[in-house]
T-cell receptor, first 112, second 114 residues
Framework: DAKTTQPPSMDCAEGRAANLPCNHS???????VYWYRQIHSQGPQYIIHGLKNNETNEMASLIITEDRKSSTLILPHATLRDTAVYYCIVRPWNSGNTPLVFGKGTRLSVIA | EAQVTQNPRYLITVTGKKLTVTCSQNMNHEYMSWYRQDPGLGLRQIYYSMNVEVTDKGDVPEGYKVSRKEKRNFPLILESPSPNQTSLYFC?????????????FGDGTRLSIL
């Protein structure tokens, strides 16, 4: 898997958009960008993934730069329940049983 | 509701007493996997299964067994638990391994082996 770089921590005011960046400058053409989060000691929760186009679902939006070397996860209206560690993972679409590798992620604190 | 269900959520037991952690998914997923999470070590894969009756070792399989007799169930068996298996365990599933399918995780099982 390509390496990803994320800031170790971020704060966001409740109700504001949380923009979490991820750098994946060595990404290959067949690799997706995935975002997961883990709320303290709960199971990792899948958020969204994309290949090259921007994606949106009920939880978040994913913006991937045109050169695919970085991406941003956007939580449009952060709530206290969005406080978690967010992981950006790059992985080939045909990865077989390559286990998910969760790096250190970004610890997002949503503040009232 | 689509989900991965693990039981029990918490268990304290003693060395050598066989235990089974159950995992069930209701999404008709082919692929299932077990991970353990330890401080500073992140998630490590124990075993995985590509489909019914097809299982294989992950990165840390020692001391564990699994079976996949039905598509929805993938139990993790500790035949003779030891204190170094004290950990937080997660079961995960996905529709398949290809095509960029995301993995969905259970809520975890916290095991303490005394």
């Amino acid at each position: 898997d390509a390496k990803t770089t994320q800031p170790p921590s971020m704060d966001c005011a409740e109700g504001r958009a949380a923009n979490l960046p991820c750098n994946h400058s060595t990404i290959s053409g067949n690799e997706y960008v995935y975002w997961y989060r883990q709320i303290h000691s709960q199971g990792p929760q899948y958020i969204i993934h994309g290949l090259k186009n921007n994606e949106t679902n009920e939880m978040a939006s994913l913006i991937i730069t045109e050169d695919r070397k970085s991406s941003t996860l956007i939580l449009p209206h952060a709530t206290l329940r969005d406080t978690a560690v967010y992981y950006c993972i790059v992985r080939p679409w045909n990865s077989g049983n390559t286990p998910l590798v969760f790096g250190k992620g970004t610890r997002l604190s949503v503040i009232a | 509701e689509a989900q991965v269900t693990q039981n029990p959520r918490y268990l304290i037991t003693v060395t050598g007493k066989k235990l089974t952690v159950t995992c069930s998914q209701n999404m008709n997923h082919e692929y299932m996997s077990w991970y353990r999470q330890d401080p500073g070590l992140g998630l490590r894969q124990i075993y995985y299964s590509m489909n019914v009756e097809v299982t294989d070792k992950g990165d840390v399989p020692e001391g564990y067994k699994v079976s996949r007799k039905e598509k929805r169930n993938f139990p993790l068996i500790l035949e003779s638990p030891s204190p170094n298996q004290t950990s937080l365990y997660f079961c995960a599933s996905s529709l398949s391994l290809g095509g960029g399918q995301p993995q969905h995780f259970g809520d975890g099982t916290r095991l303490s082996i005394l």
